[in-house]
Structure formats: C-alpha cells, structure tokens
C-alpha cells in the first residue's frame, strides 16, 4: 500500500509539472499574441430587439486562435491574461480593432451599430482609461454612441462610490455601461441606483431556467421589473430555444442575445448577416 502511494504521488507530480509546463507555453503564446496581435481577433454577436427581432446593437467577444494549440477559448485565455499581467495590453488590443472596425463599416456605407467590449477589473481600474478611450475614439473618428462598455458586479465590488465619476466620464463620451452577468454577483440592488448604467445584462443561468421552476420565474420578473423601475434596458443573455423566447415575452425585457437569435460571427460575417446600407 505504501509502494502504490509512492507511485500515486510520483504519478499526481508528473502530471502537475505537464499541467505546468502547459500553462507556462500557453502564457507564452499568448505574450506574444498580445505584442503581435497574431491570433487575436473579435467575434460579434448581435443583440436585438425582443419583440422584432431587428438589430440593437452587438458584443464583442475576444478569440484566440494558436498554430499548436488552436482556438483557445476566452474562459481559459482572459483568466490567463489576468493572472500573467496582459490583460491591460489584450484589452487595449481589443478595443482598438473593434474601433477600427466600426471605422471600416462606416467607411463602406453600413450602418454600424453600437458594439460593447468586456471589460476587466484590471483594465476598468486604470488610472488613465478615461484617456484611453478619448484617444481611442478620436484616433478612429468615431461619433458618439458606437463603443459601449460590458462590467460584471466583481469588476465594480465594494468600490461602487470609486466608479461612479469613472462612468459619468465614459457616458460623457458617449459609451453606453451594461452590467453583465446579472443576477451572478454578490452585490446588493441597492448601489445599482447611484450608477449612470444603460443597460442590466440578465444571466444565461436564469433565462436557462425559465419556465421550470416557480423561483426561477419569479427571479427573472423582479429582476426584470426592478431594473425597468430603475430605467435600464433589460438585455436576457443565453436565449437558445424559441420557448425561452416565448417565455421572455411575460417579463419586461427589451433586448436579446442568444444562439436562438444569432451566434457570434467573424466581423465580415456579421456584417453580411446583419449590417445594412445606409439609405442615401
Ligand atoms: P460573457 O461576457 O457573459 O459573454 C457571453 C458568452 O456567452 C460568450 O461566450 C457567448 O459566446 C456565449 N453565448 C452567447 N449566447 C449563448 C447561448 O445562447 N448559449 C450559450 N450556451 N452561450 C451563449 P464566450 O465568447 O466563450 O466568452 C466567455 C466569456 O469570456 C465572456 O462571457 C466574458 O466574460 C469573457 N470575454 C470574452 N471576450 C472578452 C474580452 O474581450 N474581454 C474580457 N475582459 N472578457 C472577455
Ligand atoms: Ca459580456
Ligand atoms: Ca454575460
Ligand atoms: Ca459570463
């Protein structure tokens, strides 16, 4: 017994030090995407309106894709960045090819719609993003309006009083503020009050419940019916079947997002799909 613990233990080491090794290429590559922008590109996923079903506006989602280890999911990669220092760098990368981005459709004729980035703590808590984003806008010439801004609760913590001049600033220059991932968080209703905040991003884990339970029903109509009181938009993320859909339509939601309505796509993809000319 004692020989089978000595190789269970010799076994559980190797394969810490392959996880290791792993993790370690892994920060690598990705130091080196991030000072090349090799791999690194956005995907975006419509948002629209729940009962038309046109376009509202869109999020833009980080992909990575390596030559050895292919496409990296973001649920590895952004914790990744954050634990190795990237994630200023990453984010500023991001940011500025969905700025140029939206310079481009609106050089080709479309019409762009707003687009929101995630944002992390760390790169939330800057000392100069309101600087950033002002060069930002100003170096891709864009108007108002076209850049908005995703936070989680856990970005905003117990430093709500913190942030509030940081959004006023951003809303000043015209980004529009979601929090994400709502319902998630730890937070307490009460601070959403104070925040300059457009829109309230309702979390996949509840919409995926709806219909099955009593409490998840009833979850979603305070949440939902809290933030109307409050004048935020109420976007329902994750939405996959028509059911959910249909579900939705009780509760004062305004926006969508989901596989049902349309899955993230490359930029030329999207534009195909979901851009349209501006009428001249
Ligand atoms: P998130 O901000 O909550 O983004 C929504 C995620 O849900 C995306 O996953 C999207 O592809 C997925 N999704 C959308 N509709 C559906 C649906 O109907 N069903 C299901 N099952 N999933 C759906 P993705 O792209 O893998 O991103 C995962 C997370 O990684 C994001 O969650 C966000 O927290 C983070 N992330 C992605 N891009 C960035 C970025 O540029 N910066 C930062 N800081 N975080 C990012
Ligand atoms: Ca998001
Ligand atoms: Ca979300
Ligand atoms: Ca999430």
């Keep these: 017994a004692k ?51 046109t376009l509202a506006g869109a999020e833009a989602l980080a992909r990575w894709h390596h030559p050895d280890f292919g496409p990296v999911s973001p649920a590895e990669f952004i914790p990744l960045a954050e634990r190795a220092g990237l994630m200023v760098p990453l984010g500023l990368t991001l940011l500025h090819q969905v700025a140029a981005q939206q310079r481009r459709w609106l050089d080709r004729g479309l019409m762009p719609v707003p687009v929101s980035v995630n944002l992390s703590a760390q790169q939330f808590w800057q000392h100069n993003l309101l600087v950033q984003f002002r060069l930002l806008l100003a170096e891709h010439r864009l108007p108002a309006g076209l850049i908005g801004i995703e936070l989680t609760e856990s970005v905003l913590l117990d430093k709500q009083q913190q942030a509030i001049p940081l959004l006023y600033g951003l809303r000043e220059l015209g980004c529009t503020i979601a929090i994400d991932d709502f319902g998630t968080g730890y937070s307490s209703l009460s601070y959403l009050q104070d925040l300059p905040v457009n829109s309230l991003k309702i979390d996949r884990s509840f919409i995926q419940r709806l219909g099955e339970s009593r409490s998840s029903n009833a979850i979603l109509a305070a949440v939902a019916g809290l933030a109307r009181e409050l004048e935020f938009k109420v976007v329902a993320e994750g939405v996959e079947t028509e059911a959910q859909m249909q579900a939705l339509g009780r509760y004062p939601v305004d926006l969508v997002q989901g596989y049902l309505t349309g899955r993230p796509l490359p930029a030329e993809d999207f534009a195909r799909h979901w851009l349209s000319r501006v009428r001249c």
């Design 3 to 53: 020989q089978e613990g000595r190789n269970d233990y010799r076994l559980f080491s190797h394969n810490m030090n392959r996880q290791q090794h792993q993790l370690l290429a892994m920060e690598t590559a990705l130091r080196y995407a991030v000072e090349s922008g090799e791999g690194l590109s956005v995907h975006y996923q419509p948002q629209v309106d729940r009962a038309t079903r």
